[in-house]
């Protein structure tokens, strides 16, 4: 189950919000999670969507704690380092332009709430359906496409604000 899920467990920590300085820790308490709660698991929702859901709740908690330390200690998160940007075939250039469209993204997600945060991720970046996300979070499915609508909102005002901040184009 680990191999299987690691990389979706992992962008979701990061996608909701957990910096990549707690994003291990944050990996192993979902597993640590799920190792003490499949036991209990009905097959009623998905999987994926149980899973998701100790996710998000892992996430937040960790994005709380985080939040709750000095700014002294959130300001070691380590910055954009060039150098490290591994060049592969893409070239240097194109990873650290990647890099930076990541960084971006997580940053508008960082202005979206808890709810609005979780439920656009699943939908937007892990192409679950509104049925699935209501399993995940427990929330009820009108109120999921509510906290949708509003993050999709919420995130496209996101872009035109950088868009005419930075000047970008549309191309």
């Known amino acids: 189950m680990y191999e299987r899920y690691f990389d979706f467990v992992w962008?979701?920590?990061?996608r909701l919000g957990v910096p990549d300085c707690h994003a291990d820790d944050a990996v192993q308490e979902v597993f640590l999670v799920v190792h003490r709660k499949l036991p209990a698991f009905e097959p009623r929702p998905t999987l994926?969507?149980?899973?998701?859901g100790i996710v998000a709740r892992v996430a937040r908690e960790h994005r709380r704690a985080y939040a709750r330390k000095s700014p002294l200690a959130r300001s070691l998160a380590p910055p954009l380092d060039p150098d490290e940007v591994e060049?592969?075939?893409?070239g240097g250039d194109e990873a650290l332009a990647q890099a930076?469209?990541?960084?971006?993204l997580h940053a508008l997600l960082e202005g979206?709430?808890?709810h609005k945060r979780a439920v656009f991720v699943l939908a937007e970046l892990e192409q679950m359906t509104a049925p699935e996300i209501a399993e995940a979070t427990g929330a009820n499915l009108n109120t999921v496409y509510a906290r949708l609508r509003a993050a999709r909102k919420e995130f496209e005002q996101g872009v035109a604000r950088l868009r005419a901040?930075?000047?970008?184009r549309s191309r």
């Open 11 to 14: 962008r979701n920590v990061r």
């Open 48 to 52: 994926r969507a149980w899973l998701s």
């Open 87 to 90: 060049s592969g075939a893409a």
């Open 100 to 104: 930076q469209a990541t960084r971006l």
């Open 112 to 114: 979206l709430d808890d």
């Open 165 to 168: 901040r930075d000047g970008w």
